[in-house]
């Protein structure tokens, strides 16, 4: 019976502790969703949290019972060691969860109360790199929690710290382009070089920016490719950044036509298609002749967009229409080659 009752003990200790666990973890957040009831979103955020709480929290009370009810059986060694290791590994997990809620919800109150486009893409940018390498952080260190948890791991690592100088000079020389580009990844997130939904252009390639990690960037081309480059690219090559200082962009538009074309008429036309279209910002709308040798008159066509996206669409609609206005009602406008002949009485 002293037997049986031994025995039960420790597993009725575990269930009690569990319960409570589930308690708490309502408990918790109860008293969360309440104190930041004030913040937009908060409870479908904090939800994700649920699992980690209660695991960090069923734990704790497991190791506490166990310790309580069992801690001169044989077998409750082995069972400490591997409540310790899951609990190290629920504390990181619940340290990440509660990262990217922060994440989230930062970036979320930011976003509703900031109007600066180029404000909120920067601080989108250093939201996350600091997320991410924060989380790499904590990963680490749970890593070395776990190891330093086996007796082995410990006296091995004592027997090594004689050595470390070397294995230090080794590792550094394995890492080092890694480590380049981490840190080329910080420096491009807290020097604004570059944010989250930039437009560049590198490799002779247009595209946006569309993910800037530790130690590489993605940048989605024109025709939906990623990119992938490392961090360090962006330091030590130079590169087009068109929305560094304002999503607010200009471009142009250039054609070739005769000599007789009515560029009064044309630049008529011009206002007439820039007042008719939501592309057109109203900054910039003006068509002036650059050129005129080798037998055409080049044209030049200057407008201006909210944004390169619009940009792009508003320089092709510009082009169509003008094309189309010479076609139809300015056929003399149109390049013609002319040659002369001579009579040379022969």
């Not at 049986?4 to 009690?16: D, G, K, M, N, R």
């Not at 699992?51 to 734990?59: I, K, N, R």
């Not at 294995?167 to 910080?186: C, D, E, P, T």
Request: hydrophobic share 50%; net charge positive; with cysteine.
């Amino acid at each position: 019976m002293a037997d049986l009752e031994s025995a039960i003990t420790p597993v009725l200790a575990i269930l009690a502790a569990v319960a409570a666990a589930v308690l708490l973890t309502l408990a918790a957040r109860v008293v969360a969703n309440y104190a930041f009831r004030k913040v937009p979103g908060f409870a479908g955020r904090s939800a994700k949290a649920r699992l980690p709480v209660f695991g960090v929290l069923a734990l704790i009370g497991t190791r506490v019972a166990l310790s309580a009810t069992a801690s001169g059986r044989g077998w409750f060694p082995a069972v400490d060691f591997v409540t310790m290791t899951a609990l190290i590994a629920a504390l990181c997990w619940l340290a990440l969860v509660s990262l990217g809620i922060a994440e989230r919800l930062v970036l979320r109150h930011f976003t509703a109360r900031s109007k600066d486009n180029r404000r909120l893409r920067r601080l989108t940018t250093q939201v996350t790199l600091g997320r991410r390498f924060i989380a790499a952080l904590l990963i680490t260190l749970a890593v070395a929690g776990l190891l330093l948890t086996i007796p082995e791991v410990r006296a091995l690592g004592t027997g090594l710290l004689a050595s470390a100088g070397l294995i230090s000079i080794v590792a550094g020389l394995a890492v080092q382009s890694s480590l380049s580009n981490v840190f080329a990844g910080v420096q491009l997130a807290f020097t604004d070089a570059i944010r989250i939904d930039d437009v560049v252009v590198v490799e002779g390639l247009w595209g946006r920016i569309e993910e800037i990690t530790m130690t590489y960037v993605v940048v989605r081309v024109w025709d939906e490719r990623m990119l992938i480059l490392p961090s360090t690219y962006f330091t030590t090559t130079p590169f087009e950044n068109w929305t560094r200082n304002s999503p607010k962009i200009m471009g142009s538009v250039e054609l070739d036509v005769d000599w007789q074309t009515p560029v009064a008429e044309l630049r008529g036309h011009l206002d007439a298609v820039l007042a008719g279209t939501p592309l057109w910002d109203g900054r910039t709308g003006n068509l002036a002749v650059t050129d005129a040798v080798n037998g055409v008159v080049r044209i030049r066509v200057v407008v201006s967009a909210q944004d390169s996206g619009a940009l792009w669409d508003l320089r092709c609609l510009v082009r169509e229409a003008l094309l189309s206005h010479v076609q139809q009602s300015q056929s003399v406008s149109i390049p013609r080659q002319r040659w002369e002949m001579i009579d040379t009485g022969k």
